[in-house]
């Protein structure tokens, strides 16, 4: 009697599972849908006229001023059209990355979502044909003309989410986010102008026995922030474009790829970081430089208004200079996550009207005036004073060269594990740059012919 | 009753209606215990991204867990760490425990607090802490290390290849050497006083007392421990999530921090699953061999 109760646990066990059926639906049908939906034209969506709609939108912009210019652009959204009411579900950033699967699929799915760039959110919910592909509305509302190309493209899928960066355009981005260096004025007195000046820089604080680039790596991913900043002056843009989105043909084998490493690698062995930066927290790192201990610090413009608080007129803003002086600048950056509209909404002409209203014109200028980086052109009026400016004003140059580069763990569902380890391991030596890009060129490979 | 018919079974023996007392506790630990494992188990058998239809691939998974060298290494990490996280709190409490066992301590209660202190903390705040202990420039190690002259023994505890497991270890262990030693101290406690009196008189020492009286005495005592602990050490998820993510490189991944990592960044659901019930099953093993070895009378 004893002996059969393992046995007769596991078959049970067996037939709970199988009543939960196979996960998933059929692909081919949902791309399909997708595909007919994005070919479809619409006229400008006539919000007043839509009856009494009740609109429930998912978004994380709960920090300081995300959340106050999301308040004031839903209550002036709703005044103006008092036929809507918005159900506003506010979630964290890592709360929604987790809950937003489950809640697009389940039947009450909210109307507008907040979907993170990239294969593992945005890409799961287009394969799952979750996600409403808003093409004909960017037509009727002319969105194109309101962002620069890569800003799209990172919204961009096709509809059986493989491809990413080209496509559907599933959703839009209120702010926009660049990844550059930040300098003590006291100590840089002239901004150098291409990476050879600053690397004499590095050198120059070094023998001063400061430390050249605060950098701390504890996190993990702040490693992808300096390899990619210098490969951004070592590579093609767009072959790094073609990487990200792993359009056919792209390796990391390349070698502008190899010579950012070897770059990076540089710095590490003559301790242009600071001592110990695998073993040193993000924070800290930063929150030294702000102390004025340091000359630089690679960051991306999300701890602006700290250094400004902390540094006031002591802390500058530039974008990492390229090998030739006076060239397009390119730099690593990105675009605060989409405001997408879900397949199973009711509602999608006011759901993409309230998206233009939060990124047209008049929001920028609320952005503006809410302390964020509108990724949209902004009213002249509107940009702040002190290091905001150089925020600002670095925005509307890379905006106006097509200058981005996104980031790097995009690349594939596994990439930011995947880069983020080879990193770590390039920057204390434990590989050499050429072991480093056929490393990371194996893991993306993986990926690759699984397709 | 006198009157019944003998087919009435003698008390004490187990009747049909024993299922329906069981049925309430049975119920509640089938919905949430036994349901989720075993659509854990269907999920591990399919790629699954969590959104999209699932692909069977039978027990693929399950042969990656072995074959992947990041999954093996993640397993190999989780049983170094078993070291850092049983073994070692369960040698600290034993000795402390030898200890007291001789010597009547003052202020004992005082003791045991302050040191089961750090098993009352909640392992976020242990972690949150921890990193900021092992900070190297600024972290309280390093600059107790260079205030006493020790300067060259000063780490990048974390953020070393060589150092990171056991630094994270370490942890483990001031965490739950007190939980050893309360549950050993305590296990001391019901000793009787005569056999330590019997083995004086026969000569024996410190050491020979301890080996001859003490330790078969907390034989039970032992076993409760190491399974506490050694569940901890494999169920490690909180603590390496805070301080290193698994870094750097891929030296202090384990196979809780994969299960997360996969089921929630990557949108590998199944392989997920996979880890998690393998670990489910490792720790059930290991705990099963510690108990099947206590419970063994000494020849």
Known sequence: MRRSIPAALLLSLVALGAGCGTPGGDSEETAQKADKEA??????????????????????????????????????????????????????????NKTLKLAVSGTKAP?????????????TLVKGGLLRPLDPYAQALGWEDRYSKLLLDLNRFSSDGEQFGSGNLYGLSQMGEIVGVFYNKKKVSEPPRTLEEFEQSLAEAKRAGDIPIQFGNLDKWPGIHEYETVLGQTAEKEKVRDFVFAREGASFEEPGFEDAAKTIQGWADDGYFTPDFNGTGYDPAWQQFAKGKGRYVIA?????????????????????????????????????????????????????????????????????????????????????????????????????SDGLIPYLDYATPTFYDDITAAIQELLAGRVDPAQFVSGVQGKYGKFAETR | MIGGSGLVAPPGEPRRIGYLYLAPGLLVFGAFVLVPLGHAFWLSLFEWDGVTAGTWIGLDNYGDVVSDPALRRAFWHALVLIGFYAL????????????????????????????????????????????????????ALNELLRAVGLGSLAQSWLGDFDLALSSLGLVGTWVYYGLAMVLLTAGVQKIPPSLYDAARVDGAGMVREFFAVTLPALRGEIAVALTLTTIYALRNFDLVYITTKGGPGEATSVPAF????????????GSAAAVGLCLTALIFAITFAINRTAERRPA
């Open chain 1, 111 to 123: 109307d507008v979502v907040q979907a993170n760039q990239g294969r593992p959110v945005m890409g």
């Open chain 2, 88 to 139: 070692l709190p369960v040698a600290i409490g034993l000795l402390l425990a030898g200890l007291l066992a001789r010597a009547r301590v003052r202020g004992l209660a005082l003791f045991r607090t302050v040191l089961f202190l750090p098993q009352v903390i909640a392992m976020v705040v242990v972690a949150v802490m921890w990193r900021m202990i092992y900070d190297p420039s600024n972290g």
């Open chain 1, 39 to 96: 070919a479809k034209t619409v006229s400008k969506p006539d919000v007043a006229a839509a009856g009494d709609v009740t609109l429930t939108v998912w978004d994380q912009e709960v920090r300081g001023g995300q959340e106050a210019q999301i308040k004031r652009l839903n209550a002036a959204f709703q005044q103006r059209y008092p036929n809507v009411t918005i159900k506003r579900v506010a979630k964290s950033f890592e709360d929604l």
């Open chain 2, 258 to 269: 994969q299960v997360y990592s996969r089921a929630f960044e990557s949108g590998q659901v």
């Open chain 1, 300 to 400: 991306g413009t999300w701890i602006t208004a700290d250094l400004a608080e902390q540094m006031g007129d002591d802390a500058g803003f530039m974008l990492m200079p390229g090998a030739e002086e006076g060239a397009d600048p390119v730099s690593l950056g990105g675009e605060s996550l989409a405001f997408a509209v879900t397949s199973k909404s009711e509602h999608p002409d006011v759901a993409a009207a309230y998206i233009d209203f939060l990124t047209n014109s008049d929001a920028a200028t609320v952005l503006a005036e809410t302390g964020n980086l509108p990724a949209m052109p902004v009213d002249e009026s509107a940009i702040p004073q002190g290091l905001s400016a150089d925020v600002f004003e670095a925005w509307g140059t890379l905006a106006e």
